[in-house]
């Protein structure tokens, strides 16, 4: 395995929810502050851009490109990555130019990523063409590979050092690429992770068990698919009820797109789960701040 490089700052936080724990009926519910990881406004692509840059030094690349939507936390964090590693970036983002420049697109920019934007062709067309006129370093979409998987198999090492009886517990997390649940998995167990299906991939469950190899057969995952709504990247009214109550219970933001969905499902009560949970925030505040329907709908009163 390749020696990952430094990126971020470890361990990320381990932070008691109290107030929320007691609205849900927890004993205990701890968040693991994966958006305080220390680069490029923080987020759980950290730790996998650690070891799929790693592979890109090692191989003397001097590009890296990757793709994803105009709000794509991984591409802002891949361009954050490339430059603390001194790579030239290429983000190859789906659809039109956009007209607006706010949320992660200014910060992909702020980094000095190069942006091509692929109209109506296949993102990965485009990039397999860019790549190989370039002779840069593919990162896949949303940064998750069997590389990659390692950085949640370490972020699981470290739960298990911050969570008094972590065997006791379970661990809540966003599913989308997969490469976060299969490092958890990897580390924690099936049993242990329940992965909130955010509508990113067709197949989440294939999705996850291939990541992990064959090491996990598809049907012992946990994934709970009540939350995808109209599809990826819509905002739901409980994912806003889950953003509002989570603002306002524990001064935590939470992102529409993955973190408001898998904290929607804990609010709903939508899989089973003991007294004592951990939620893996893995960051995307950057990204709020390209969905202004959030603030549609607001709930009144002081908590929703």
Known sequence: MTTPVSLGTWPTPLEAAPRLAARLGLAELWFK???????????NKIRKLRYTCAEAVALGAATVITSGGPQSNHARLTAAAAARLGLACVLVLAGPPAQDRHGNLLLDELAGAEIVWSGDRPLAEVVAVEAERRSAYVIPLGGSSPASVQGYVDCG??????????????????????????????????????????????????????????????????????????????VTDAV????????R??????????????????LAGSFPHGDRVVFVHSGGLPGLFGHPEVGDLTPAGPTP
Do not use: H, N
Not at 33 to 43: A, F, M, S, T, V
């Open 240 to 247: 806003r009820a889950a953003l509002y109550a989570t603002a």
């Open 33 to 43: 502050r994966d958006d305080l990881g220390g680069l490029g406004g923080g987020g």
């Open 157 to 234: 090492r470290e739960l298990r050092a911050q969570v008094p009886d972590i065997d006791g517990a379970e661990v809540v997390v966003a599913l989308a690429s997969g490469g976060m649940m299969a490092g958890l998995v990897r580390e924690l167990g099936a049993e242990r992770v329940i992965g909130v299906d955010t509508g990113a991939v067709p197949d989440p469950r294939a999705t996850v068990a291939g990541l992990l190899g064959g090491q996990v057969e598809p049907a012992a995952l946990r994934i709970d698919g009540s939350q995808v709504g109209e599809g990826y990247g819509t």
């Open 249 to 266: 219970e524990e001064g935590v933001f939470l992102d529409p797109t993955y973190t408001g969905r898998a904290m929607a499902a804990l």
